[in-house]
């Protein structure tokens, strides 16, 4: 029987190929419209229910968000985090001095003075030590 066999000596490498380039082709004929389909999975993917990190989680009662939804509300908090903090680059000597009249104002004074006092208080009842030190540094720029 071994005489009747035939070796054809075709490459494994063109083989392989033809088959490839075959399995494709079936793999196309059963998706139908490409676009269609691309569609479908895109339109899944972004109304998929997530926690409000974006993740999927393992508790369907936290996934209660569409991502698209949650990427548009981080993109939207980072572009306005970034635009803050421009803003406060350019401004910080305005804040400085908004700052420094507000907590010059003699109320906001007394509410300071009366927190640390409270706060001296309150230890001084409990059984743990409070230390405390406040020391005073003269500025030469007067």
Known sequence: MSANMINLGINEDVVKRILEKQIQAAILANIGNPEELIQKVVSTALSQKVDSDGRVSRYS???????????????????????????LEENSQLVKEAVIKELNKPARQHSIAKAFADAVESSLQCSWRFGCDVSFIRRDDD
């Open 61 to 87: 009662g936290d996934n209660k968000y569409d991502y698209l939804d949650v990427l548009t509300t981080k993109s939207i908090q980072k572009a306005a985090e970034e635009a803050l903090r421009d803003w």
